[in-house]
Every structure is written in C-alpha cells, then in structure tokens.
C-alpha cells in the first residue's frame, strides 16, 4: 500500500449520516493551511468586489479568488474587496505543495501508474 492511500482530501470529509454517506464541506482540513504572503495587491475600481479578477491578475487564473478570500480571512469574499484595501495574495506554490501532500491520486491515474 503506498503512502498516498492514507491521504485524505481536504475539501471535505466524507460522513455516514442515516445509512447515507455525506461530504461535509465546512469541517474540513482546509482551515489548517498556513501559506506565506506573497506578495501585497492594491485593489483599484475595475477589481472592487471581484476576487476572481484578482486571481487572474496575479496568478493567470480566475480559480483561485477563493483561496486569496481565505488567506486574508475574509468573511464576505466578493464585498469584502473595496477599492484602496491592500489585500495579501498568498504563496500560490506552497498552496500546490499543500494540495499535494493532502489529497489522493484520482483511480485512473493510480492505474496508470501500477
């Protein structure tokens, strides 16, 4: 058995409740992560209210507007974004590094490899 089986993913956990099995998405390891600034944005009025463009300014994609709400605690991560705020953008390789190291491969690629 290799060491990835004893991962587990870390956007949700998988519960029993009522003979169903659940994804329960809000207890998570996800809150465990711990990533380094890496950098400082000054949000202007065309990125007001849009971490998605934020992401995509920063790291050439829109996907990861989450993870800058989440790196800077933000309870609200579309109003939160105001012009003027200085928002930290995270260490986007050390974020990989952790999606790494916690989640499993997917069945098809474990098969490629055997």
């Known amino acids: 058995m290799s060491s990835d089986t004893n991962k587990t993913k870390f956007f949700y956990k998988e519960k029993e409740l009522n003979d169903y099995r659940e994804l329960d998405y809000l207890d998570t390891t ?4 711990n990533l380094s600034t ?4 000054v ?5 007001e209210y849009r971490p998605d463009l934020i992401s995509l300014r ?3 994609d829109y996907h990861y507007g989450w993870l ?5 605690n933000f309870l609200d991560p579309v ?4 012009i003027g705020k200085e928002i930290d953008i995270p260490d986007i390789d050390e974020y990989f590094d952790f999606f790494s ?8 690629d474990k ?4």
């Open 101 to 108: 190291d916690n989640t499993f491969p997917r069945s098809r």
């Open 30 to 33: 996800l809150n465990t992560i």
């Open 38 to 41: 890496s950098d400082v944005f």
């Open 43 to 47: 949000v202007t009025a065309p990125f």
């Open 111 to 114: 098969k490629i490899q055997e």
């Open 58 to 60: 920063v790291f050439g």
């Open 79 to 82: 109003f939160s974004i105001t």
């Open 68 to 72: 800058i709400a989440l790196h800077n």
